[in-house]
């Protein structure tokens, strides 16, 4: 393990294949735009966003509200998830109108 304040190259501190023995303490990010080169959906709660396209009105409600930019668009429409960065929180689900229901949270591998 890194003795603390040791300083660790940027490129191992954003390697989600690194062993945790040789992670810089506290998990640091050390840079700015890494999220999207960190398949960070590893971190899911254990449930996951399932969408139902025949009943999404694409009002991207879904999509304004994720805080993982984990909503896909093709162009004003919803088709899917990345759920390489998807954490499961369920914000979409709860945001999608109620009449609508487009989304639901399912436990992870029963998605289908
Ligand atoms: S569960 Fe959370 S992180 Fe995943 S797509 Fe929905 S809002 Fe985004
Ligand atoms: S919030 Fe629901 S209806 Fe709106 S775009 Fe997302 S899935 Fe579709």
Redo the contacts with the bound molecule.
């Keep these: 393990m890194n003795a603390p304040g040791k300083a660790v190259s940027s490129e191992k501190q954003a390697s989600v294949t690194l062993p945790w023995t040789e992670m810089a303490e506290g998990g640091l990010v050390p840079r700015g735009g890494t999220a999207a080169s960190v398949k960070t959906g590893a971190w899911r709660t254990g449930k996951m966003p399932v969408?139902d396209l025949s009943?999404?009105?694409?009002?991207?409600?879904?999509?304004i509200w994720c805080p993982d930019s984990a909503?896909i668009l093709d162009g004003e429409k919803?088709t899917g998830f990345d759920y390489d960065h998807c954490k499961g929180c369920g914000i979409?689900e709860q945001?999608?109108?109620p009449k609508?229901h487009?989304?639901q949270m399912v436990p992870e591998g029963v998605e289908g």
């Design positions: 969408i009943r999404c009105i694409h009002c991207l409600r879904c999509w909503v919803v979409c945001v999608c109108p609508v487009a989304i």
